[in-house]
Nanobody, 118 residues
Framework: QVQLVESGGGLVQPGGSLRLSCAASGIIFSANAMGWYRQATGKQRELVASITNGGSTSMYADSVKGRFTISRDNAKNTVYLQMNSLKPEDTAVYYC???????????WGQGTQVTVSA
């Protein structure tokens, strides 16, 4: 079955950095667009960043442009989210998604908590 396993979340101070990873199995990773979504407490899940299957095109939510970078390594079946200059409003559970570019695909990871606080 399809598995998406996120890692790299944690507690970081404002202005700090984190790198999230999502390891995929059970899908042809190189054939799937990938995305990162987040859901803060009491809010709807929102798209953070998305990347095409070959990695040539990516897009970002306005709130993270210039601070976050999505990338992928098709040899390792892994997608990454480098998060710099983190703000308290970035606090959320971050989810990996497979199968859609700019829109959610059918596969989700279990989520990893990111907390930005002094």
């Amino acid at each position: 079955q399809v598995q998406l396993v996120e890692s790299g979340g944690g507690l970081v101070q404002p202005g700090g950095s984190l790198r999230l990873s999502c390891a995929a199995s059970g899908i042809i990773f190189s054939a799937n667009a990938m995305g990162w979504y987040r859901q803060a407490t009491g809010k709807q899940r929102e798209l953070v960043a998305s990347i095409t299957n070959g990695g040539s095109t990516s897009m970002y939510a306005d709130s993270v442009k210039g601070r976050f970078t999505i990338s992928r390594d098709n040899a390792k079946n892994t997608v990454y989210l480098q998060m710099n200059s983190l703000k308290p409003e970035d606090t959320a559970v971050y989810y990996c998604n497979a199968g859609g570019f700019r829109v959610p695909g059918p596969y989700w990871g279990q989520g990893t908590q990111v907390t930005v606080s002094a």
